[in-house]
T-cell receptor
Framework: DAGVIQSPRHEVTEMGQEVTLRCKPISGHNSLFWYRQTMMRGLELLIY????????DSGMPEDRFSAKMPNASFSTLKIQPSEPRDSAVYFC???????????FGQGTRLTVV | AQSVTQLDSQVPVFEEAPVELRCNYS??????LFWYVQYPNQGLQLLLK??????LVKGINGFEAEFNKSQTSFHLRKPSVHISDTAEYFC??????????????FGTGTRLTIIP
């Protein structure tokens, strides 16, 4: 298996623009997570899906952030409008269940100028 | 809710020396414990996990960790480090069982630097 695939790997955008990050989880995994990593706040869980249904979105910073999982093999995280403070590395991870642990993608480094 | 404390933000160690990275957790319920490693510009990779049974768990790359329930600790150790072990190491916890409890709560990470 190719692992969790995220695209793009790097994104530079101007403040106010819409940004869409994409994730393909490992085939057969039923849980998907979006994390954000910054120097100041470390790794934060943004949202967690189970069987394509959002279970916990309490980490989503504000209404500018939205996430979807239209099917078991694809998820998106959208930021509209983007702001400089959204600059971070965004990770997608998938899992077969709690005891197994999550498998992470390579991340998308987002820079908002 | 759970929380994880990694007591050392940076640990420099000479090559071939032993290392211990400390992790303490707090939780009102039973948990599963994990250690992840992040190499520069990479995602996180699972090193090892404690689910139940023997309190000493072995992982990849020669790492091991010991679960201590009374001290709520899960310290990571390696008897002899190599240059390639230079990376950031994250301790994480997740609640046992129940629906919707799969999310990992991470510590702030420990940057391990191996000195030649």
């Amino acid at each position: 298996d190719a692992g969790v695939i995220q695209s793009p790997r790097h994104e530079v955008t101007e403040m106010g623009q819409e940004v869409t990050l994409r994730c393909k989880p490992i085939s057969g995994h039923n849980s998907l997570f979006w994390y954000r990593q910054t120097m100041m706040r470390g790794l934060e869980l943004l949202i967690y899906f189970n069987n394509n249904v959002p279970i916990d979105d309490s980490g989503m910073p504000e209404d500018r952030f939205s996430a979807k999982m239209p099917n078991a093999s694809f998820s998106t995280l959208k930021i509209q409008p983007s702001e400089p403070r959204d600059s971070a590395v965004y990770f997608c991870a998938s899992s077969l269940g709690s005891p197994v642990g999550a498998f992470f993608g390579q991340g998308t480094r987002l820079t908002v100028v | 809710a759970q929380s994880v404390t990694q007591l050392d933000s940076q640990v420099p160690v000479f090559e071939e020396a032993p290392v211990e990275l400390r992790c303490n957790y707090s939780s009102s319920v039973s948990v599963y414990l994990f250690w992840y490693v992040q190499y520069p510009n990479q995602g996180l990779q699972l090193l090892l996990k404690y689910l139940s049974g023997s309190t000493l768990v072995k992982g990849i790359n020669g790492f091991e960790a010991e679960f201590n329930k009374s001290q709520t600790s899960f310290h990571l150790r390696k008897p002899s480090v190599h240059i390639s072990d230079t990376a950031e190491y994250f301790c994480a916890v997740t609640q046992r069982g129940g629906f919707g409890n799969e999310k990992l709560t991470f510590g702030t990470g420990t940057r391990l630097t191996i000195i030649p």
